[in-house]
Antibody, heavy 119, light 110 residues
Framework: QGQLVQSGAEVRKPGASVRVSCKAS????????VHWLRQAPGQGLEWLGI????????TYAQNFQGRVSMTRDESTTTVYMDLSSLTSDDTAVYFC????????????WGQGTLVTVSS | QSVLTQPPSASGTPGQRVTISCSGS????????VNWYRQLPGTAPQLLMY???LRPSGVPDRFSGSKSGTSASLAISGLQSEDEADYYC???????????FGGGTKLTVL
């Protein structure tokens, strides 16, 4: 039915960039949109954007326009999320998630990647 | 500040029925379907309910969802200790043009 496995925790200084990967397996990679969401410590969920692994088409949340980039590598069935100009407010667990049952129904999730931004 | 409003906490004793509310607006819950997620500490959220009242395979029928106007609810009957978790509602926002979430409700089984 599908599995998403994310890269490990990262620590960055303010102003730096970070890349988080999400390797998909167990389903047709090109057939399902992949989303990126995040959850700051003790907070709720926030949607960053979406990528179609087959075409590479992306849509980003307005809050992150210009700072986020989502790409994919079909040969390794991996989706990447790059976030730049990091501040302490970007400290969060970042999740990739896949549609299931319908668009924007997040039925499969990666395990999460903690990104800590600290000087 | 979350776009959808949930009570921060809820509680019940084993076997009881509890309800978690999710309040939105005409541009969110009022015109779009609602999904619910459950999150155990330190883990990723899991889909619990989609399109207001549909259960994914594997979710027991103790869980039910409903929507009326600009509000939605998740009901859990026959409460069990393993139901202790954070619960989040989600919907689409026609104004922000993106999915939005509630702030989450921490369910405690007393």
């Amino acid at each position: 039915q599908g599995q998403l496995v994310q890269s490990g925790a990262e620590v960055r200084k303010p102003g730096a960039s970070v890349r988080v990967s999400c390797k998909a397996s167990g389903y047709p990679f090109s057939s399902y949109y992949v989303h990126w969401l995040r959850q700051a410590p003790g907070q709720g969920l926030e949607w960053l954007g979406i990528i179609h692994p087959g075409t590479g088409d992306t849509t980003y949340a307005q809050n992150f326009q210009g700072r986020v980039s989502m790409t994919r590598d079909e040969s390794t069935t991996t989706v990447y999320m790059d976030l730049s100009s990091l501040t302490s407010d970007d400290t969060a667990v970042y999740f990739c998630a896949r549609d299931h049952y319908s668009n924007y129904v997040f039925g499969y999730w990666g395990q999460g990647t903690l990104v800590t931004v600290s000087s | 500040q979350s776009v959808l409003t949930q009570p921060p906490s809820a509680s019940g004793t084993p076997g009881q029925r509890v309800t978690i509310s999710c309040s939105g607006s005409s541009s969110t819950v009022g015109s779009n379907t609602v999904n619910w997620y459950r999150q155990l500490p330190g883990t990723a959220p899991q889909l619990l309910m989609y399109k207001n009242d549909l259960r994914p395979s594997g979710v027991p029928d103790r869980f039910s969802g409903s929507k009326s106007g600009t509000s939605a609810s998740l009901a859990i009957s026959g409460l069990q200790s393993e139901d202790e978790a954070d619960y989040y509602c989600a919907s689409w926002d026609n104004t922000l043009n993106r999915p939005v979430f509630g702030g989450g409700t921490k369910l405690t089984v007393l």
